[in-house]
């Protein structure tokens, strides 16, 4: 019995020292994003739009998408996670605060669309 408490301990411990050392997510501001975003209207704007390099490729509108998921999407590039050759080159120029805010920026733009 005192082993199991003895690991539970160990156990609680460890996780209670990695969640203090982690940094909170970055809050995103999309007045911000606007000195980022033009490497992104290009494509991302345009109804219909398909690139052709490396493949064609439907483009995604992205404004009104989940921030969330617009900064996982970047994130995954960034990381390599994702295969794309332009947004991996893009998002590999990019820190982690300003994919936030890219990301506010256009989960900001859905909300513009619906008033």
Not at 35 to 41: G, L, W
Not at 47 to 53: D, K, N
Not at 109 to 114: D, H, L, N, V
């Amino acid at each position: 019995m005192d082993c199991i408490r003895i690991l539970c301990a160990a156990g609680a411990i460890a996780v209670a020292s990695t969640a203090a050392g982690q940094q909170p997510a970055a809050a995103g501001n999309p007045e911000v994003a606007r000195a980022h975003i033009s490497m992104c209207t290009g494509c991302h704007t345009i109804p219909g739009y398909q690139a052709s390099f490396p493949r064609v490729y439907r483009v995604p509108k992205i404004g009104g998408q989940s921030a969330k998921y617009i900064e996982a999407a970047l994130q995954g590039y960034k990381k390599g996670e994702r295969d794309h050759p332009t947004m991996q080159a893009i998002a590999k120029g990019l820190t982690d605060q300003q994919i936030a805010d890219i990301a506010a920026y256009y989960a900001a733009r859905g909300a513009e669309a619906a008033k």
